[in-house]
């Protein structure tokens, strides 16, 4: 038993500014507000306690790479995700061949299998060129039936998600297969207008990837996907809060748009995500890192970000100035509801005991992961 008080607790019924939780084994058994009936395991003094944060797309960190047939390696940019606070995440490839794919399918299967990911999120190759952003043209493709039964047959039910230029030829039958075998479809880097996209939804999308990153703009008489993706309460909408990929006006602007409720916020990380600054590899492109911002070297385009969930949400709430509990539910329970992780994603009885202790600053002083600490707690 692990009983936590005498802080800030942000449950899903709102924020309890001096409360308590009670863990037993993986499972959080009681909370309240006040003081509980037995002693302190850990005395928050002040600090606050919020739920695991789930990442539903990132590439990597901590120096390694998702996008990799070396098990330690993938297994490490997990590492470094969980002492940052993500109990429960993908791992994102980007675009490739479909031996590069299967190769990279079959190793991060291993982590989902012994829960170290809870699935696997193909980020291309079905992408626009025009819209590319960090993958490699040369990748690029239409979806196939063939390829797309070929590649989920790999993965077994690990693939949980995969993002699709809807304009291409086949796109829409592409989502029908991908829903189908029971994976979420994601809309983005891409050029569809407005009609199409609503076409991509109503075939059965449910995701906006990284929503105004490598995709047609949003115009005033052409609203093209992102006017379709932010109008339809069946999609969910992925944000990167880093500073360099969105303003935090237009942050601001798509939460009070779409509501929390339909906002995930996501890493989008790359290796060097907890890492120093230089050169890296994204897939097969050169990558430079600069005062932590990720370009190719070849055109300069942002290669994903060196961001880590704690910094999402610290942003989130010391920049935008959002309210921790608004923010919470942005970075742990609309993605464990897009990722149908029921068990998960908020602070109450019942749900597994993801926790994580913030400090002062909202830096993370502990993580505890199905009620095992994977970050022993600060005193």
């Known amino acids: 038993m692990t009983v936590f008080g005498n802080g800030r607790v942000v449950t899903s019924a709102g924020l309890l500014e ?3 939780v009670e863990v037993r084994e993986e499972t959080i058994v009681a909370l309240g507000l006040g003081v509980p009936d037995q002693p302190l ?4 003094n002040g600090r606050t306690l919020v739920p695991g944060f789930v990442d539903q797309h990132c590439h990597g960190g901590g120096g390694s790479s998702f996008i990799t047939t070396d098990e330690h390696e993938a297994r490490r940019a997990a590492e470094l995700h969980l002492s940052h606070g993500t109990t429960s995440m993908l791992a994102s490839l980007v675009s490739g061949s479909q031996v590069a794919l299967t190769e990279q399918v079959e190793v991060l299967s291993g ?3 012994d829960n170290t990911i809870v699935g696997i999120h193909l980020e291309g190759p079905w992408i626009s060129s025009l819209h590319c952003g960090a993958h490699d043209v040369a990748e690029l493709r239409a979806p196939q039936p063939q390829e797309v039964a070929a590649i989920f047959a790999v993965g077994a039910g ?3 998600m995969v993002t699709i230029a809807p304009e291409l030829d086949g796109a829409i039958e592409a989502i029908g297969q991908i829903v189908d075998a029971g994976a979420i479809a994601a809309v983005g880097h891409c050029d569809a207008d407005y009609e199409t996209t609503v076409a991509a939804i109503d075939a059965g999308a449910r995701v906006a990837t990284h929503l105004y990153n490598a995709i047609r703009p949003l115009s005033h008489r052409d609203p093209g996907a992102i006017g379709a993706l932010l109008e339809d309460p069946r999609v969910d909408i992925e944000l990167i809060a880093d500073g360099t990929h969105l303003h935090r006006v237009v942050l601001n602007l798509v939460v009070r748009e779409a509501g929390a409720s339909r906002v995930s916020m996501i890493t989008d990380a790359m290796a060097a995500a907890g890492a120093a600054d230089g050169r890296y590899v994204l897939g097969e492109l050169d990558v430079d890192v600069v005062d932590g911002v990720a370009r190719l070297v070849d055109g300069g385009a942002i290669a994903g ?7 999402a949400l610290r942003f989130m709430t010391m920049t935008v100035g959002l309210p921790i509990a608004e923010v919470v539910e942005m970075v742990s329970t609309t993605p464990a509801r897009v990722l149908g992780l029921a068990d998960r994603g ?3 009885v019942g749900r597994r005991a993801d926790l994580v202790v913030l400090g002062t600053n909202l830096g993370v002083d502990g993580v505890m992961q199905g009620g095992v600490w994977a ?3 600060k005193s």
């Open 18 to 20: 001096v409360g308590w």
């Open 158 to 160: 690990r693939i949980k």
């Open 346 to 348: 908020s602070i109450e």
């Open 41 to 44: 395991d850990v005395d928050l």
């Open 305 to 311: 970000s060196t961001l880590t969930m704690d910094g």
């Open 111 to 113: 982590l989902v299998d």
């Open 375 to 377: 970050v022993a707690p």
